[in-house]
């Protein structure tokens, strides 16, 4: 992959952490306008698997989660909050965090820290599922949603999402360090796995970056993982970029998960950016080359608590970590996450390899593998030059294995039970 070294800087340390993937924590399918604008035709439908990360630091003897994915009882969630799902076209969780570390032989009580990355109910799973010993840590700017703070009629939150153990609020303003262009904070204190604020879609919203090979530790070369929770939610908001422009005159050999897409040069004048332009007119698809497909959603339906804030920090995780090639960028909802190669999959995960870590990402070329993926996720062009939709991974709401057309079905089945 031709690429150049951009302008992230992380402090020097020898010491990392152990990166795993969880997958398997829900499936939900939405309208793309709640994420990205404007939606190609085609690509009207968002299928995002929910995922969090298992981060050990085996130096300390620690072990944190990043993310919890949806509660598998995603009825019960405070009205308010749960009403939002009658958006989804499809919602189902068969399992839970909790679930996939105690089947990886991975005990509950061994996990010293659940870091969410943002208040959202696909994120926040359900943490009074883990011991009084582990402590709940969140960006400091969630605390408005807090239920003592909300009230019952307005809640966010059950108590039960804080209730009895340490709650850690992640303050930025006390930090002095900046990584990436974002404030940052050193989680366990020796380099190995930082805290960065990247705002702009929920309260608080952060991410978090993992050192997965040190130099000074003998490994060749720094590299690095962003776990970049919702700052955006599809690689095309992201890609193509002036580092990596889009593949000419077709996506590489490496890419994976693309075999069916049309070739490269017809999809590129589908690039949402050019169609808009007036280079369209004149026929020149360069400018679309080195732009990404997609802006951050700021329409009605948009996600974002402040768009032109999230804009700036997915803008910047293009400038700064997207375009270095040391830096893997792992969105939460990336179905190119779970891509498989002749029907095995590119990245190992902790549900299928509980020993397998995501570390040697650089050197096993998973990154280049990945890069292209998302475009898989576009509508088809069919032979009469219609653009086919992708189907939507999952339709209906699903509770204890059966399907119901509308969520509403469900919150009353809930209710009587
Ligand atoms: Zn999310």
Redesign the pocket.
Same mark, same amino acid.
């Given at each position: 992959m031709a690429t150049q070294q951009r302008w992230l800087t992380a402090p020097p340390s020898a010491h990392t952490v152990r990166v795993r993937l969880i997958k398997d924590l829900g499936l939900m399918s939405i309208p793309s306008a709640l994420f990205i604008e404007p939606v190609a035709e085609g690509h009207e439908v968002f299928n995002?698997p929910?995922m969090a990360y298992l981060i050990e630091n085996e130096n300390l003897g620690k072990k944190a989660v990043f993310d919890l994915g949806v509660r598998k009882d995603w009825w019960n969630l405070p009205p308010k909050v749960r009403d939002s799902l009658a958006f989804c076209v499809g919602v189902k969780v068969d399992k839970d965090v909790p679930d996939v570390l105690k089947e990886s032989g991975v005990p509950l009580d061994a996990i010293d820290d659940v870091i969410w990355?943002?208040s959202?109910l696909?994120?926040r799973g359900d943490v009074s599922l883990f011991p009084p010993n582990t402590t709940l840590n969140y960006g400091k700017e969630m605390v408005v949603m807090k239920p003592e703070i909300t009230g019952n009629e307005e809640a966010v939150f059950l108590s039960s999402d804080f209730a009895g153990r340490h709650n850690n609020e992640i303050d930025f303003s006390k930090s002095t360090l900046k990584i990436g262009g974002f404030r940052a904070l050193d989680f366990y204190d020796d380099g190995s796995f930082y805290l960065l604020d990247t705002p702009g *879609?929920d309260h608080g919203h952060l991410s978090a970056l993992a050192r997965t090979t040190s130099s000074k530790a003998g490994h060749g070369k720094d590299t690095f993982i962003l776990l970049a929770?919702?700052a955006c *939610?599809f690689c095309g908001v992201l890609r193509p970029n002036c580092s990596q422009p889009f593949p000419h005159p077709h996506l590489p050999d490496s890419a994976i998960g693309v075999s069916d897409v049309e070739n490269a040069e017809s999809l590129l004048r589908r690039h949402p950016k050019y169609q808009q332009s007036p280079l369209a007119a004149a026929g020149l698809v360069e400018e679309a080359r080195v732009n990404p497909w997609y802006g951050i959603a700021a329409g009605q339906l948009s996600?974002f608590l402040d768009p032109e804030l999230g804009q700036s920090t997915a803008s910047t995780i293009k400038d700064a970590f997207d375009e270095a090639e040391n830096v893997f960028v792992a969105l939460?909802?990336d179905l190119s996450l779970l891509a498989e190669d002749s029907g095995k999959p590119v990245l190992p995960t902790l549900n299928d390899a509980p020993q397998r870590d995501l570390n040697g990402w650089y050197e096993n070329g998973w990154k280049d593998k990945l890069y292209w993926t998302w475009v898989s996720q576009l509508g088809k062009e069919d032979t009469n030059g219609s653009i086919q939709m992708r189907e939507p991974l999952v339709t209906g709401f699903w509770m204890n294995g059966k399907k119901y057309e509308k969520a509403q079905e469900v919150f009353d089945k809930a209710l009587k039970e």
């Amino acid at each position: 992959m031709a690429t150049q070294q951009r302008w992230l800087t992380a402090p020097p340390s020898a010491h990392t952490v152990r990166v795993r993937l969880i997958k398997d924590l829900g499936l939900m399918s939405i309208p793309s306008a709640l994420f990205i604008e404007p939606v190609a035709e085609g690509h009207e439908v968002f299928n995002g698997p929910d995922m969090a990360y298992l981060i050990e630091n085996e130096n300390l003897g620690k072990k944190a989660v990043f993310d919890l994915g949806v509660r598998k009882d995603w009825w019960n969630l405070p009205p308010k909050v749960r009403d939002s799902l009658a958006f989804c076209v499809g919602v189902k969780v068969d399992k839970d965090v909790p679930d996939v570390l105690k089947e990886s032989g991975v005990p509950l009580d061994a996990i010293d820290d659940v870091i969410w990355s943002h208040s959202h109910l696909d994120h926040r799973g359900d943490v009074s599922l883990f011991p009084p010993n582990t402590t709940l840590n969140y960006g400091k700017e969630m605390v408005v949603m807090k239920p003592e703070i909300t009230g019952n009629e307005e809640a966010v939150f059950l108590s039960s999402d804080f209730a009895g153990r340490h709650n850690n609020e992640i303050d930025f303003s006390k930090s002095t360090l900046k990584i990436g262009g974002f404030r940052a904070l050193d989680f366990y204190d020796d380099g190995s796995f930082y805290l960065l604020d990247t705002p702009g *879609h929920d309260h608080g919203h952060l991410s978090a970056l993992a050192r997965t090979t040190s130099s000074k530790a003998g490994h060749g070369k720094d590299t690095f993982i962003l776990l970049a929770g919702d700052a955006c *939610h599809f690689c095309g908001v992201l890609r193509p970029n002036c580092s990596q422009p889009f593949p000419h005159p077709h996506l590489p050999d490496s890419a994976i998960g693309v075999s069916d897409v049309e070739n490269a040069e017809s999809l590129l004048r589908r690039h949402p950016k050019y169609q808009q332009s007036p280079l369209a007119a004149a026929g020149l698809v360069e400018e679309a080359r080195v732009n990404p497909w997609y802006g951050i959603a700021a329409g009605q339906l948009s996600t974002f608590l402040d768009p032109e804030l999230g804009q700036s920090t997915a803008s910047t995780i293009k400038d700064a970590f997207d375009e270095a090639e040391n830096v893997f960028v792992a969105l939460c909802h990336d179905l190119s996450l779970l891509a498989e190669d002749s029907g095995k999959p590119v990245l190992p995960t902790l549900n299928d390899a509980p020993q397998r870590d995501l570390n040697g990402w650089y050197e096993n070329g998973w990154k280049d593998k990945l890069y292209w993926t998302w475009v898989s996720q576009l509508g088809k062009e069919d032979t009469n030059g219609s653009i086919q939709m992708r189907e939507p991974l999952v339709t209906g709401f699903w509770m204890n294995g059966k399907k119901y057309e509308k969520a509403q079905e469900v919150f009353d089945k809930a209710l009587k039970e």
